[in-house]
């Protein structure tokens, strides 16, 4: 059973930075690869990056410079480095698993995780 577990989120101020966490269980982590998606309140789930098995990397417009995506398959974590926050960063974060296709559209992701809030004031 693939189990994907967020951590990280917080309250934080404008400037501030964070670092999210997705420990991944169930499955062959090295193999596949890991995204980040928020959710606004009132809005659709928005990718924000992916990392694929090989480490190649792609963001949204709307972080990059200021996010990096990364992984450790020795400990089967994917981990969102958020800096230079926002308030409309402000989001639920998920981390999902993605197990043939790659990209940046959520239909494409197999397994989720159950998010962790950012919160960001201005």
């Known amino acids: 059973q693939v189990q994907l577990v967020e951590s990280g989120g917080g309250l934080v101020q404008a400037g501030d930075s964070l670092r999210l966490s997705c420990a991944a269980s169930?499955?062959?982590?090295?193999?596949?690869?890991m995204g980040w998606f928020r959710q606004r309140t009132g809005k659709e789930r928005e990718f924000v990056a992916y990392?694929?098995?090989?480490?190649?990397?792609v963001y949204s417009d709307s972080v990059k410079g200021r996010f990096t995506i990364t992984r450790d398959n020795a400990k089967n974590t994917a981990y969102l480095q958020m800096n230079s926050l926002k308030p409309e960063d402000t989001a639920v974060y998920y981390c999902?698993?993605?197990?043939?296709?790659?990209?940046?559209?959520?239909?494409?992701?197999?397994?989720w995780g159950q998010g962790t809030q950012v919160t960001v004031s201005s």
């Open positions: 169930g499955l062959t982590f090295s193999r596949y690869s």
């Open positions: 999902a698993v993605a197990v043939k296709l790659v990209g940046s559209t959520p239909n494409w992701y197999d397994y």
């Open positions: 990392i694929t098995w090989s480490h190649s990397t």
